[in-house]
C-alpha cells in the first residue's frame, strides 16, 4: 500500500499522477490518495517532508516532491 498524500493545484501532485499514468506502473497497486488540506501537515513538516506530494510505502521511508527516480525504486521492487 501507497500512501500519496496532495494537496490542490499542486504542479508535482499533477506531475506524479501523470507519471504514475503514463508508465502504468501503479496498475495492480494499491496506493491510497489523500488530501494534506485535512490533515495537520505540522507532523510531516516535523518528520522532514516539505514539498508535496508525499509519498508513504506501507514498508520504508516516504519521500516529497516529484520524485522519479525513487517511483522506479519504489514500484520495480
Known sequence: MLKFY???????CTATLRWLDKT?????VD???L????LDVDRFKQ???LAA???IPET?????GF???LLEEYFDA
Open 53 to 55: 506530494p508525499i509519498l
Open 6 to 12: 496532495s494537496k490542490p493545484a499542486c504542479v508535482q
Open 47 to 49: 518528520a522532514g517532508y
Open 35 to 38: 488530501s494534506l488540506t485535512t
Open 67 to 69: 520524485r522519479p527516480d
Open 31 to 33: 496506493y491510497e490518495k
Open 24 to 28: 502504468g506502473k501503479v496498475e495492480g
Open 60 to 64: 520504508g521511508e516516504g519521500w516529497s
